[in-house]
């Protein structure tokens, strides 16, 4: 906390001489993704593991747990500014064709490239918000820079016809 200096937190420490830390509310608001994900993985409480894991519409909170762990990875990627695009990861979310929502059907990818980790967030950010404008974002990148082939991040033949990816939100 004593990194942080959002206005809020530091208005805080003004204000309020104890407790030691800000409330929980406030603190997961200055919390790392990174921080967030070690938190989850901490609790010792399964049934609010699966409650949460839930309100992401995921099947088992073992899902959302390697999936925060595998997407720390790719934001520390992006906010190093590492070559992603043909990345290969050690840490790789685990998928399932048994989600609550729309998601893929075609499982015939390496696992260690980009894509898995975009068929992630693309998912989750459609359970968080249905409006969300990732999907049509990330192929609008795609069509600015034809020479990057979608191949060399894992994309399956077909990816674009996915469920996931076919869904335009507006």
């Known amino acids: 906390m004593s990194r942080c200096r959002d206005e809020f937190i530091l208005e805080h420490f003004r204000k309020y001489d104890s407790p030691e830390f800000p409330p929980s509310w406030k603190t997961l608001e200055v919390a790392s993704f990174g921080t967030l994900s070690k938190l989850y ?88 918000d249905p409006q969300n404008t990732f999907v049509q974002d990330f192929k609008s990148l795609l069509s600015r820079y034809p020479t990057v082939q979608p191949s060399m991040m894992g994309f399956p033949r077909g990816w674009e016809n996915e469920p996931l990816w076919k869904h335009a939100n507006h």
Do not use: G
């Open 41 to 128: 993985n901490n609790m010792n409480d399964f049934n609010l593991m699966k409650r949460v894991a839930r309100d992401f519409d995921m099947p088992q909170h073992e899902y959302l747990r390697s999936w925060l762990e595998s997407l720390t990875i790719v934001r520390n990627y992006c906010a190093h500014h590492a070559r992603l695009w043909n990345a290969h990861f050690a840490v790789r979310p685990k998928i399932t064709s048994r989600m609550r929502q729309r998601w893929i059907t075609n499982f015939n990818f390496p696992i260690d490239r980009l894509y898995p980790q975009l068929c992630c967030i693309a998912y989750w950010f459609n359970s968080i």
